[in-house]
């Protein structure tokens, strides 16, 4: 039986979606709850009812959209089945990262655009909530590295943050055609592997 979505829920989508674009437009330190909750259709006290402080609210935003993009990853590495090579693997990986970046939305662009600009404190709960999705990511890139599908000299956090640059910078093809963004996935990949 499908889950019905629940006023409260749609109203929590619309704050982040609203939270998102105010972070993707202003940063951590320019974005105001008002504007988020005029972007959200509510007003600014209502907020709290959600979100008890600003920085709860952006760590939410941040948290959900990981969540989502290691959920799709995970999907995306089952889905090639236990015959995958660990470079095959890899590949889909960065194919799939990419893909979950640009289907977010805002969202996508949010994390891009502010997670390293965090204050220190809330950059650290943030790092927290995204060690499941580094640390699959160093698990494929050791795998691909022990399978000599990546250079066993390469340092695997500087290549996985390396990665994670070029994956979020086709941010800059959000406006043009899939096909854009695709032939910069495909060009990442053929970087990262010996041709």
Known sequence: MPTRETKATRTRARILDSAAAELVEHGY????LRRIAEGADLQ???????FETKDELVLEVLRDTIARATKDLRQAIDD???QATPGEQLR????????????SGVRGSAVARVAETLPPALR???AN???SYTRLWNQL??????????????????VRDLLFSAMNGTL????????????ATQTLIRLVFRV
């Open 124 to 126: 650290r709960r943030y």
């Open 80 to 82: 090639l089945g236990p």
């Open 129 to 131: 909530s995204a060690t």
């Open 141 to 158: 890139l050791i795998a691909a590295q022990s399978a000599g599908d990546l250079d066993s000299e390469l340092d695997v956090r500087a």
């Open 44 to 50: 600014p006290g209502s907020l709290y009812f959600h």
């Open 29 to 32: 330190s320019g974005s105001s």
């Open 92 to 103: 889909t990986a960065i194919a799939a990262h990419t893909r979950s970046l640009h289907m």
């Open 172 to 183: 800059a093809y959000r406006d043009q055609a899939s096909s854009r963004i695709e032939q």
